[in-house]
């Protein structure tokens, strides 16, 4: 089992649409979980970051932790064309300068927002 | 602020040869870490340099190597280049748990 899933796509919504993108992950020693985004050919722009299970809300975009059943999720409200990219989520143990310091990825999921 | 910088921007090689990539950190991050992004993999940890010094390695082969210089730039080189090593290799740097992409070089192994 590898230690983060993430749902395949392609996934293809009409502008405006509510966008559910997930992960799941086998490790609980995940502390901090990360979503980037990266359009093509260009390198993964952070979106949103949270090291705690709840919801974090930064404009159109929401964040979702659930520890206790090891998913993460990230919202994206009123869709936009602008959205269309591949959607990574990524996963720390955390402690700063540990050894473990290195971001385990989801494969991504690509995202088409039609017009 | 300037973001993380990576040269050059694609890189051709024929196997057997090597590659060296640069990376150039946000100022004041002292963290750089390389990954490599290849065709249906995903994203894969490769090495972390912190103060100049070596801290982890990801599961590739010794082949991979690299070094932090004193301005906490640092530099991937990768020996005895194989045809599966073409992919895009993204250095980031960071402050705790936040890391920053550059935009990546792109390696084509012929």
């Known amino acids: 089992q590898k230690e983060v899933e993430q749902d395949p796509g392609p996934l293809s919504v009409p502008e405006g649409a509510i966008v559910s993108l997930n992960c799941t992950y086998s490790n609980s020693a995940f502390q901090y979980f990360m979503w980037y985004r990266q359009y093509s050919r260009k390198g993964p722009e952070l979106l949103m970051y949270?090291?705690?299970?709840g919801n974090k809300e930064d404009g159109r975009f929401t964040a979702q932790v659930d520890k206790s059943s090891k998913y993460i999720s990230l919202f994206i409200r009123d869709s936009q064309p602008s959205d269309s990219a591949t959607y990574l989520c990524a996963m720390d143990f955390g402690g700063g300068s540990g050894a473990n310091s290195k971001l385990t990825f989801g494969k991504g999921i690509t995202l088409s927002v039609r017009p | 602020e300037a973001g993380v910088t990576q040269s050059p921007t694609h890189l051709i090689k024929t196997r057997g040869q090597q590659a060296t990539l640069r990376c150039s950190p946000i100022s004041g991050h002292t963290s750089v870490y390389w990954y490599q992004q290849a065709l249906g993999l995903g994203l894969q940890f490769l090495l972390w340099y912190d103060e100049g010094e070596e801290r982890n390695r990801g599961n590739f082969p010794p082949r991979f190597s690299g070094r932090q210089f004193p301005n906490y730039s640092s530099e991937l080189n990768v020996n005895a280049l194989e045809l599966e090593d073409s992919a895009l290799y993204l250095c980031?740097?960071?402050?705790?748990?936040?890391?920053?992409f550059g935009p990546g070089t792109r390696l084509l192994v012929l």
């Open positions: 949270t090291y705690s299970s």
């Open positions: 980031a740097s960071s402050v705790w748990e936040t890391q920053y």
